[in-house]
C-alpha cells in the first residue's frame, strides 16, 4: 500500500472536498484497510458517465488496497433523495426497484473489481428497525438542521409540498453509514448534507465519524448542464462504441481534463502532465480529446472496439462519409412535415424546441443540406426517404409508413 502522501495526492484528484482532510490523513496514516462507502439508489436502470464518476473513484480506493462498500438503497429507493427537486419524488414499486438493482450492478461492475466489493443492500439493516429504534434515530436530529438542506430550505419559503417521510431520508442513509462502519463516504456536491449527517450520527454514537468525500457533477456535451438524459446530452456506458467516441469528441475543450479526472483510469501524474501541456500549448486539444475518447471507450468496451469506433468516426468527420449503420425511422406521411416535430419523432431531439434550436443553429442537414434557419415546415417530398442528420453524429433515414 502506498504511503499516506500519496494516496492524498491520488484520491484528492477530481475531488470537490474532503471534510475533514486531516482526518483522512490520519486514518491513511493508520495503514489499515478502509472501509469507503457509496450508496445509491436504483431510481433508474442505465448508467451514463456522470453516474460513474463516484465508482471511478471507488475504484482508486480499490487499487490502494481499500475496502469499498456499495450499498444498493432497496429501502432508501421507496422515498428516493429529494435532492435537488422542488416536489415529491413519486415511489417506485418493489418490481420497478429489484429490476433497476440488477441492471445497476452490472454496469457497476465494469469498474469496480466485483471480487474486492463488498455489495450490501440497506433493507438488511432498515427493514429490521422497530418504530421505538426509528423514533430514537429521529430524536437525534433537529427539525431545523434538516431544514438547512438547501431543497428543502427553498421548498418551504416557498410553500411546496414537503413530505415527512422525505425528512427521514438523510436520517436512513445516515444509519447506513453506522450499519457498515464506513471510514469514508462518497457523494457528489449535491450529497453533502447527507454525507455530514452520516458523521454527525456515528459520532453521536460513541463511534469514529467518516470522512466525507465528494466529487463535481459532471457537465455533459453540451459544456453548460449536468450530464442528464432529459437534457439529450449524456453518454451512456452502454452506447454503441462509435457513438460514445463521437460523443466524447463533441465536449467542449475546457472539459478535456476533467473527463480524464473523473471518466478514466489514467495515472494521476499523466493527467497532470496532460493538463500542463495543454496549459503551454504544447499538447494540442484534438489530440488530446481522442486520446481521451479512445480510453472511454477502451474501458467499456475494449481496445479492438475502441480502434474500431475511432476509425468509424474518421470515416465520417474527415472523409466525410455516412456510418454504415444509419437507422431507418418510419413514420406516418404528412404534407407540410413540421420538422422540429419530425426530429423529436424520429429520436434525434429530446424535444420540438431543441429540434428548432437546432434549426436555427445551423445543425440540422438533409442528405447532407443544412436547412435554412427557421424553416420548420417542408414538404413531404424533401424529408422522405432522406438521411436527416442533427449535429455531428445523430443521424436518421426517414420512411413512409
Not at 378 to 398: E, H, M, S
Request: glycine share 8%.
Amino acid at each position: 500500500m502506498a504511503d499516506a502522501v500519496e494516496q492524498m495526492r491520488i484520491i484528492e484528484s477530481g475531488a470537490s472536498a474532503i471534510v475533514p482532510r486531516d482526518d483522512l490523513v490520519k486514518k491513511l496514516e493508520s495503514g489499515r484497510s478502509l472501509r469507503v462507502k457509496l450508496g445509491v439508489d436504483p431510481t433508474a436502470p442505465d448508467l451514463h458517465l456522470g453516474h460513474a464518476v463516484p465508482l471511478r473513484k471507488l475504484r482508486q480506493f480499490q487499487d490502494l488496497g481499500h475496502t469499498v462498500v456499495l450499498i444498493i438503497g432497496d429501502f432508501t429507493a421507496r422515498i428516493g433523495d429529494p435532492s435537488g427537486r422542488n416536489a415529491t419524488r413519486p415511489p417506485l414499486t418493489g418490481a420497478e426497484i429489484d429490476a433497476n438493482a440488477t441492471t445497476y450492478t452490472d454496469q457497476a461492475f465494469r469498474i469496480l473489481d466485483k471480487d474486492r466489493t463488498e455489495l450490501r443492500y440497506n433493507s438488511e439493516w432498515l427493514g429490521k428497525l422497530d418504530f421505538e429504534k426509528i423514533l430514537w434515530l429521529t430524536s437525534q436530529f433537529t427539525v431545523a438542521r434538516i431544514l438547512e438542506r438547501d431543497d428543502f430550505s427553498k421548498r418551504y419559503a416557498e410553500q411546496r409540498t414537503i413530505s415527512l417521510h422525505e425528512f427521514l431520508y438523510p436520517v436512513m442513509q445516515a444509519y447506513d453509514s453506522v450499519a457498515i462502519e464506513a471510514d469514508v463516504e462518497l457523494g457528489g456536491t449535491d450529497q453533502l448534507f447527507n454525507l455530514l449527517a452520516g458523521r454527525e450520527l456515528m459520532e453521536k454514537l460513541g463511534a469514529k465519524p467518516q470522512v466525507c468525500l465528494t466529487l463535481p457533477l459532471l457537465e455533459g456535451t453540451d459544456g453548460v448542464q449536468k450530464m442528464s438524459k432529459s437534457y439529450g446530452n449524456y453518454i451512456g456506458l452502454t452506447d454503441e462504441p462509435a457513438d460514445m467516441f463521437g460523443k466524447v469528441m463533441s465536449i467542449p475543450d475546457a472539459l478535456i481534463v476533467k473527463y480524464f479526472r473523473l471518466c478514466t483510469a489514467t495515472r494521476v501524474d499523466e493527467v497532470d502532465a496532460l493538463e500542463a501541456g495543454l496549459d503551454s500549448g504544447s499538447e494540442h486539444p484534438n489530440l488530446v480529446k481522442r486520446r481521451l475518447a479512445r480510453d472511454i471507450v477502451a474501458l467499456y468496451h475494449g481496445e479492438p472496439a475502441s480502434t474500431e469506433a475511432e476509425g468509424a468516426f474518421d470515416r465520417v468527420f474527415k472523409q466525410h462519409e455516412l456510418p454504415d449503420d444509419i437507422p431507418v425511422a418510419v413514420v406516418e406521411a404528412r404534407d407540410p412535415v413540421f420538422l422540429p416535430a419530425l426530429l423529436k419523432e424520429i429520436g434525434l431531439v429530446p424535444t420540438s424546441s431543441e429540434g428548432r434550436r437546432s434549426i436555427d443553429g445551423g445543425g440540422v442537414r438533409i442528405d447532407g443540406q443544412a436547412v435554412p434557419a427557421g424553416a420548420y415546415e417542408l414538404p413531404w417530398a424533401d424529408v422522405i426517404d432522406r438521411v436527416v442528420q442533427v449535429g455531428r453524429r445523430r443521424y436518421a433515414k426517414v420512411s413512409g409508413s
